[in-house]
């Protein structure tokens, strides 16, 4: 049931956006922290020559300065962002899915309870999901990678792969866009054919799921991360890893 806060999907996200700004604000702080550092340099240099202080000893302290507040910011920036959630996570739920383990909506009304081949639309949209862990109950949730998108397609409109992977039409993709590793959440008709596709809205990339979530428009390197499913007694459940690369091939 969803709560009144941020659901696991929307924390998630959050805490990747938290990554890069941090990760960016670092960059930047350690950039200004070296063009004072050389600033200063020319000072004390100008002043060595005067009063015959070695130089060697000015760049050696600034230097060390340098590092030292590039490493505080740093830590401080990361630890304000994953760190402050860690000791809500249970262990297993950043692993990556697991054989055997069962799928569960990741947003919605329906938010942790288990899919079902009756909850899957016939031609899409996908149904969002984190896979679970049967023995201890726990939703792997804690990594944004482990998110998923399911759908339930004609079986004669996928090749030969995708159908190897896919359970009655049901077929299953990493929902994390491989271009900058945003989330892929629109299902749209596609900007350069017929049929609907898979958008990540962030860049415009866009993927087949009837052919192995290749790609067919935009910027993004490579297809989307397939996660073979199984069913059993009309829930899904994994059947393997992951096929593929999972998230984005660079930040931000």
Request: with cysteine.
């Amino acid at each position: 049931m969803r709560s009144s806060s941020l659901n696991q999907r929307e924390q998630s996200h959050i805490d990747a956006l938290r990554c890069q700004f941090f990760a960016l604000f670092s960059a930047e702080f350690q950039r200004l922290l070296v063009d004072m550092s050389r600033a200063s340099l020319t000072a004390n240099s100008t002043s060595s020559e005067n009063s015959g202080e070695p130089e060697a000893d000015a760049c050696a302290d600034q230097t060390r300065r340098t590092v030292l507040l590039g490493a505080l910011a740093t830590t401080a920036c990361l630890g304000c962002s994953g760190h402050a959630r860690a000791d809500e996570d249970p262990p297993g739920s950043d692993e990556r899915p697991q054989k055997g383990d069962v799928l569960v909506f990741s947003e919605g009304d329906k938010e942790g309870k288990l899919i079902t081949a009756a909850d899957l639309p016939a031609g899409g949209p996908p149904v969002h999901a984190w896979p679970k862990d049967p023995k201890t109950s726990v939703v792997r949730s804690a990594s944004r990678l482990n998110e998923i998108l399911i759908i339930k397609l004609d079986p004669a409109e996928l090749d030969e792969k995708t159908a190897a992977r896919a359970v009655d039409g049901i077929i299953a993709y990493s929902a994390i866009c491989s271009h900058a590793g945003c989330p892929v959440t629109a299902w749209v008709k596609s900007d350069v054919g017929d049929k609907e596709v898979f958008k990540c809205m962030c860049h415009n990339s866009e993927y087949d799921p009837r052919a192995g979530a290749q790609v067919v428009f935009g910027p993004a390197p490579r297809r989307l991360a397939a996660l073979p499913v199984a069913l059993a007694d009309g829930s899904l459940s994994v059947a393997g890893n992951f096929i593929g690369k999972v998230g984005g091939a660079q930040p931000g």
